[in-house]
């Protein structure tokens, strides 16, 4: 979802793997414990399409989406059913009452101070309310890799070379940690999907859609396109296809946390 500062964010691009999205979206709330929430929040809801399967699930809820994108919530509002799209921080979203379940899918690795943020959403819970998230845990993976080597390269330093960060999230073990801390009971747990890509160049195409955003905002043209074919041949090189398609591998770290039944 879109959460960089700066980032200009493009709902048709990342939608062109819409359905490989939406499948750790579809995992986390599969152990979320809740029989009828009354009131929900998506932070970060992207172009909402999600958002509109929590109502899928929870016909009876109010629920209540926002996103740091105007792009994105110009297509959310599209969404037809009983859903609220705003454009929004969630950095410093506060609700007007307690929430029954807040869920923020893929938007936490755009955060850096999100680890002290968590606490607060807790707080911010119904009594028997549920937290739930996931993340990204791909940064080491050649896909992200490749892209810091090229970003901190002579030739593109002083132009991007801030331009990523490292070690964005924790891994299951440092957010059960930090929830528990907080007296929370926390399930926390990690899924590697082998992930079979289609067309030409696709795992670039993938990046197009999130990762690259924050590098391509600083670029003009000329500059876009001699940085996308410098990276997407390292990529074709770690991401070699096959007959049929190309294999990328897809690490993702979930946590559903709450203070009780």
Not at 51 to 66: C, D, K, N, V
Not at 176 to 183: I, V
Request: overall charge negative; glycine content about 8%; proline content about 9%.
């Amino acid at each position: 979802m879109s959460r960089q500062a700066g980032a200009v964010w493009d709902p048709v691009q990342y939608g062109v793997f819409a359905d490989e999205r939406a499948r750790p979206f579809a995992e986390l709330l599969a152990r979320v414990d809740l029989e009828a929430p009354g009131h929900i929040v998506d932070l970060g809801c992207g172009s909402g399409e999600l958002t509109a399967s929590l109502l899928r699930r929870w016909p009876g809820a109010r629920i209540e989406a926002l996103d740091s994108s105007p792009e994105m919530i110009a297509a959310a509002r599209g969404i037809p059913g009983k859903l609220t799209f705003s454009v929004g921080d969630v950095t410093t979203w506060r609700p007007e009452r307690p929430v029954d379940l807040i869920i923020s899918n893929a938007v936490l690795q755009w955060v850096p101070t999100h680890q002290d943020l968590l606490p607060r959403w807790i707080e911010a819970l119904a009594p028997g309310g549920r937290l739930a998230f996931q993340v990204p845990g791909n940064f080491d993976a050649p896909s992200h890799a490749l892209l810091r080597e090229v970003c901190e390269s002579p030739r593109w330093q002083a132009k991007l070379g801030d331009a990523l960060r490292r070690d964005p999230v924790l891994d299951p073990s440092g957010y059960l940690d930090l929830l528990s801390r907080h007296g929370c009971t926390v399930d926390a747990w990690e899924t590697t999907y082998a992930q079979l890509l289609k067309g030409d160049d696709p795992v670039l195409e993938w990046v197009k859609g999130t990762a690259l955003r924050p590098v391509l905002t600083r670029l003009d043209p000329a500059e876009t396109t001699a940085l996308l074919a410098e990276y997407g041949a390292r990529l074709r090189e770690a991401y070699p296809p096959a007959p049929y398609g190309t294999v990328f591998p897809f690490r993702r770290i979930f946590v559903v946390a709450g203070g009780g039944p």
